[in-house]
């Protein structure tokens, strides 16, 4: 009578290769885990939409601001499994050449971006004669800058603090950013100033 004496190291193979896979997938997840709730992706800050009806001098000695601009700020949360929480108010700033002419809140603290979700918030801004202190250089700039039919210099700067949860990872943030906006003046027969791109990535400082 013949025994197969192949079987039992069949069966010894076949069970080191399971136990071997059990340990790499709970090596895998615990990877996962690690990644997804120790390494915290900063948020990334757009601005989007925007559009500028007007930016030109005034006032009685002509060094004022007339504008009419609008846009949208997204906040994209690219975290896997935390959310981010703002712990003080969302500020928005608008300045020509470094010099701010306008500022707005834009939420509250408490508010939530999720995971993997972008939160939007619109800013509006006008005025018929702001005083924006503007110097000589910066007026120089303007009026070029007219002539050309291209604003380079208009700048919007997002500044806050938030937390991500579950985690409390590394205490509260700084949210703070720059975004460019680069406008020219739209085709004729309109004067609407239009935004070159529709979508603007900001830098973080």
Excluded at 54 to 72: D, M
Aim: charged share 20%; hydrophobic share 45%; glycine share 8%.
């Amino acid at each position: 009578m013949s025994h197969d004496s192949t079987a039992p190291g069949c069966a010894q193979a076949c069970c080191n290769c399971c136990c071997n896979w059990v340990v790499t997938s709970i090596i895998i997840v615990i990877v996962v885990l690690i990644a997804a709730y120790a390494v915290v992706l900063p948020l990334r800050i757009t601005a989007e939409d925007a559009s500028l009806g007007r930016l030109a001098l005034a006032g009685p000695n002509g060094t004022a601001l007339a504008y009419n601009l609008s846009l949208t700020v997204g906040l994209f949360n690219p975290n896997w499994a935390m959310r981010a929480e703002l712990t003080a108010p969302l500020e928005s700033e608008l300045s020509f050449a470094g010099v701010r002419f306008d500022g707005a809140r834009l939420s509250d603290a408490g508010r939530r971006i999720e995971i993997h979700e972008t939160t939007r918030f619109r800013v509006e801004a006008g005025a018929e004669g702001a005083d924006a202190a503007l110097g000589s250089a910066e007026l120089a700039e303007l009026v070029k800058e007219t002539a050309a039919g291209l604003f380079e210099s208009l700048e919007l700067k997002i500044t806050g603090r938030l937390r991500y949860r579950p985690v409390h990872a590394g205490g509260t943030r700084r949210l703070e950013a720059r975004c460019p906006l680069k406008l020219r003046l739209a085709p004729p027969p309109g004067t609407h100033m239009l935004v070159l791109d529709r979508v603007l990535k900001c830098h973080r400082l």
